[in-house]
């Protein structure tokens, strides 16, 4: 069953230095999420991409954040100069872009910023 | 998109249908209900959505009231596995990108 996949599963590191975590949707899937989860919070919405183009950033998404998907396939979302406030859960999440709301989540990236 | 409330927390026994209420008063015509839910250390899993008719798949019934201002998420026989935070979210039809906006959820506990 090769559903969303992301990479690493857990991540942690010290203030001030860069992560990136990588996210392998459904192959056949050409929208692309990225939310993010607070402890004992609903996921929050961050971007969004149909194929390779980023079409939607959140507020939430500061200078700090990018994110790619630079073929259409695989996406990455790069942190910059971590601060503690960015440990979270980050979830993507995949679908086929027909007008549905069900979409597909990968597992999650923990982070742990220290 | 609309905003809904849940009860924060629930529990129910096992083998027990579990009644999950959700009200989204301000839903406009165009707007569906989507059930999610996240078992703890996974992403969420998408259960049922409806618009105005009462639907049903292998995973629960969704029971939507005719002035559409709240819903029931029936899951008609609990096990411990359904333990989990279940996410009511309204959406528009159509809405760009598909995007789903999450609230706090009810944390549901099915117990022995």
């Given at each position: ?23 392998d ?51 990455t ?38 | ?10 529990d ?40 105005k ?35 009511c ?24």
């Open positions: 069953d090769t559903g969303v996949s992301q990479d690493p599963r857990h991540k942690i590191t010290k203030r001030g230095q860069n992560v990136t975590f990588r996210c949707p459904i192959s056949e899937h050409n929208r692309l999420y990225w939310y993010r989860q607070t402890l004992g919070q609903g996921p929050e919405f961050l971007t969004y991409f149909q194929n390779e183009a980023q079409l939607e950033k959140s507020r939430l998404l500061s200078d700090r954040f990018s994110a790619e998907r630079p073929k259409g396939s695989f996406s979302l790069e942190i910059q100069r971590t601060e503690q406030g960015d440990s979270a859960m980050y979830l993507c999440a995949s679908n086929s872009g027909v007008n549905t709301g069900e979409l597909f989540f990968g597992e999650g990236s923990r982070l742990t910023v220290l | 998109d609309a905003k809904t409330t849940q009860p924060p927390s629930m129910c026994a096992e083998g027990r249908a579990a009644n999950l209420p959700c009200n989204h008063s301000t839903i406009s015509g165009n707007e569906y209900v989507y059930w999610y839910r996240q078992i703890h250390s996974q992403g969420p899993q998408y259960i049922i959505h409806g618009l008719n009462n639907e049903t798949n292998e995973m629960a019934s969704l029971i939507i009231t005719e002035d559409r201002k709240s819903s029931t998420l029936i899951l008609p026989h609990a096990t411990l596995r359904d333990t989990a935070v279940y996410y979210i309204v959406r528009v039809a159509g809405a760009a990108g598909n995007k789903l906006t999450f609230g706090g959820g009810t944390r549901v506990l099915v117990k022995p």
